[in-house]
């Protein structure tokens, strides 16, 4: 059973959503979206974006916010501070900016941005998610994938890792583990990590038989060595949890087969 494995590389995801980002900025900067009040000028603007081409992105921040203040209807400040807050680790501040200024000043660029954005603060949820679950802060992970879930973009990956997140946090979470490694199957049906949780939680709950045939059942229509493997195990008789202990056991004695619960 693999604890919380997220099958996409969230930094090089993160770091291919940048690079879009940063495109998209010196694209829509191209068209001059002019400020809508006095006070803010094409320079202001300009010596913004200069920050941020030269990666400083704290100063390009705090001037992009300037000039937000002074005219929230300034759709390249907009655009202009999500890419900063994005390049500090920031994503979620970065789309709560965007969807404000989407309301200020709603067009297609920002909407685009936004688009882009919440990709990225979904890889980032996902990638917290999983260094709390590897310090154990199980209810901060949930309280994280909790966010994923509701996004238009969520996949499998996030009910897997809140799964995993409830079925180590205890045994009274064992069934809301459950439904979200269902939910991660009725998202996209090939999730494997989702197919082992669901025999997890079945093995925990002395369910032996209901193990095998969910993997059984997985298995005659998607190939996956993992879970191949847990299934010979299985087949053999040995019904091991996530942790590594031996939940139960078949084996022969005298050629009289004999059941035994540890």
Known sequence: FVRHEFRNSERKYLMKKSILLVLLVIGIAALLFSCGRAGVSETDLQNAFDLLANNEYEQAQQAFEKIIAEDPSCTNAYIGVSVAYLHQGNAEECLE???????????????????YV??????????????????????????????AVGMPLNTSDAYVLRGNSYLFSGDENIGKSMQDYQ????????????ALGIA?????????????ESLVAFGNTFHNPVVKEKLNKIEQGQYYDYTGKVRNENYYDN????????
């Not at 965007?98 to 941005?113: I, R």
């Not at 996902?126 to 966010?147: G, T």
């Not at 199957?185 to 989702?194: F, G, I, M, Q, R």
């Open 97 to 115: 900016f965007l969807k404000k200024g989407y309301e200020f000043a709603g067009n297609y660029p920002l909407n685009n941005q936004i688009l």
């Open 183 to 194: 939910s991660a199957l009725d998202t996209d049906n090939s999730n494997a990590e989702a």
């Open 118 to 147: 919440s990709d990225a603060v979904y890889a980032q949820l996902m990638s917290d998610a999983k260094k709390c679950i590897d310090e154990k802060n199980y209810v901060k992970a949930i309280e994280l994938m909790n966010k």
């Open 200 to 212: 997890e939680v079945h093995i925990l709950n002395g369910e032996y038989a209901e193990a095998e």
């Open 255 to 262: 050629e009289d087969e004999t059941n035994r619960k540890l």
